[in-house]
């Protein structure tokens, strides 16, 4: 199963970066944020909105047919998170603790008082510790197959990864991307390791998670490795198993993709993008309709 999972990931990743409406960032650097230096780039104006990319993934190759359709009408920040892309490791534990107090010192950095938040797999659960550890800094949050607890996985996913090895990576685009940014290539065994241990230690945010105030949209695959009851029972905590004829909408929304794997999630953004914008710009009038 390893195997498998791991030759959807590199196909996955060689599509990705290749959209032909490739656009130039308005602002790129380095923030200085706790001991890191931590590589953003700004697209477009309007409503802030950042973008935090999965495991093993950095700006292009997570976001390169999003940034161009999201900007049009809004500021896009696009971060790569501690030891991926353009941002070096320290001797910094990962943890998604330590990564959300990155996004809230970046948002700083740019003079950016508060914003939605945007993250996928590992980023996701970087989005739910940003929204429970600086609240104050997040409009509104979408997360596309993220978890708040590590019994959020499905039981063969949380399985799978203490199986993974620096080696079931050689020669793929993940060591080439890694490579291409000057990294150590003797370092790349520790990279894949110190990456995959924040899922190796258990967790669970749920209180926190169930007492976010912030607007959530919930996204997942039908096939994905996130539980369907893990997601359910957030939305539900957020006002979701009623009937909204009756009741009124719930400001929080939930949305199962079907015929869509979690590698597979990035590759629905056509039909992603519209609802994600319309969950951002609606005003999330909770009233029963009216005829």
Do not use: C
């Not at 130039?24 to 200085?32: D, I, N």
């Not at 959020?152 to 199986?163: N, S």
């Amino acid at each position: 199963m390893k195997h498998t999972l791991l030759s959807m990931l590199i196909i996955f990743m060689t599509f990705l970066g290749r959209a032909q409406d490739k656009i130039e960032p308005t602002e790129s650097g380095y923030a200085s944020v706790n001991g890191l230096q931590l590589y953003y780039e700004v697209y477009g104006n309007g409503k802030p909105l950042v973008l935090v990319h999965g495991s093993y993934m950095n700006i292009p190759s997570n976001w390169s047919e999003v940034i161009p359709v999201l900007s049009k009408d809004r500021k896009v920040v696009a971060v790569e998170m501690q030891g991926h892309g353009r941002t070096k490791d320290t001797d910094r534990q990962f943890s998604y603790e330590n990564m959300a107090d990155d996004v809230s010192g970046l948002l700083k950095y740019l003079n950016i008082e508060k914003a939605d938040v945007l993250g996928y797999s590992m980023g996701g659960g970087v989005a739910y510790q940003m929204t429970i550890r600086h609240p104050e800094q997040v409009r509104r949050l979408v997360v596309l197959s993220g978890t708040y607890a590590h019994d959020g996985w499905w039981p063969d996913v949380e399985a799978l990864y203490p199986t993974m090895t620096a080696d079931m990576f050689k020669n793929t685009p993940i060591e080439e991307q890694y490579l291409s940014y000057g990294n150590d290539p003797a370092k790349f065994p520790d990279y894949i390791k110190k990456v995959i241990s924040i899922d190796l230690e258990p967790y669970d945010w749920t209180k926190e998670a169930m007492g976010i105030k912030a607007p959530i949209f919930i996204i997942i695959g039908d096939a994905d490795g996130v539980r369907y009851e893990h997601a359910l029972d957030l939305f539900r905590a957020k006002g979701g198993g009623k009937m909204g004829d009756i009741h009124g909408l719930p400001e929080s929304r939930l949305a199962i993709i079907p015929g869509t794997t979690h590698i597979g999630m990035m590759q629905k953004m056509d039909v992603l993008i519209p609802m994600i914008s319309d969950f951002l710009d609606s005003d999330l009038n909770s009233a029963p309709p009216t005829f």
